[in-house]
């Protein structure tokens, strides 16, 4: 982590996050430098243009560009423009709960409504065959596209609540469960 911060000008913390989020990043089906751009914006306080994300972080300019344009399709980045200085600069959502909204409602987008679509059709499809193994496969798939239709729909309601209600109801999640738990005895 030395070679890090003598490299890049990075405290420790900051490189232990930026490379922590960058492994989660391609966990959750993300770039790895996508995310470590996204995590070197979300911890520093001012805009950054791209050449300062590229020494930063070691990484080639063409990257830096093409994760930059990614980061603003997700919608978590932004392009600032600062006083004196003709560069495009960058910043992320600042606030925690904004950004895990957007992110929420672009994963929901890209990977839950599409496949709610093929669900619906694939259920369809298995209800109007007359093979004789079909039926389980139609009652499996209809199970899960009642699963997806029921977290979609929890997803919208949560969606529509301002911030601090959502963050409440979250933190109410362990008395409801509790609650419920008690009433199942």
């Known amino acids: 982590m030395t070679e890090i911060r003598e490299m890049n000008d990075l405290p420790p913390f900051a490189s232990h996050f930026i490379l922590h989020w960058g ?14 751009i996204h995590a070197l914006l979300f911890i520093s306080e001012q805009p950054l243009h791209a050449e300062e994300i590229c020494e930063r972080l070691g990484v080639a300019r063409s990257n830096v560009s093409n994760s930059l344009k990614e980061l603003q399709n997700w919608g978590i980045v932004k ?21 895990f909204r957007v992110i929420a409602a672009e994963r929901k987008r890209r990977e839950i409504d599409p496949t709610l679509v093929r669900l619906r059709a694939c259920a369809n499809e298995a209800g109007a065959s007359s093979e004789s193994g079909d039926e389980y496969a139609k009652h499996q798939l209809e199970e899960l596209l009642g ?7 929890f997803y919208v309601k949560m969606d529509r609540l301002p911030t601090r209600s959502a963050v409440n109801a979250i933190r109410m999640g362990d008395k409801i469960a509790k609650s419920i738990g008690a009433l199942m005895k």
């Open 23 to 36: 492994e989660m990043g391609t966990k959750w089906g993300i770039n790895r430098t996508v995310a470590q």
């Open 79 to 99: 392009i600032v423009h600062l006083p004196g200085d003709r560069r495009d600069h960058f910043e992320s959502i600042r606030d925690v709960y904004e950004l």
């Open 147 to 153: 699963f997806f239709e029921l977290v979609s729909d």
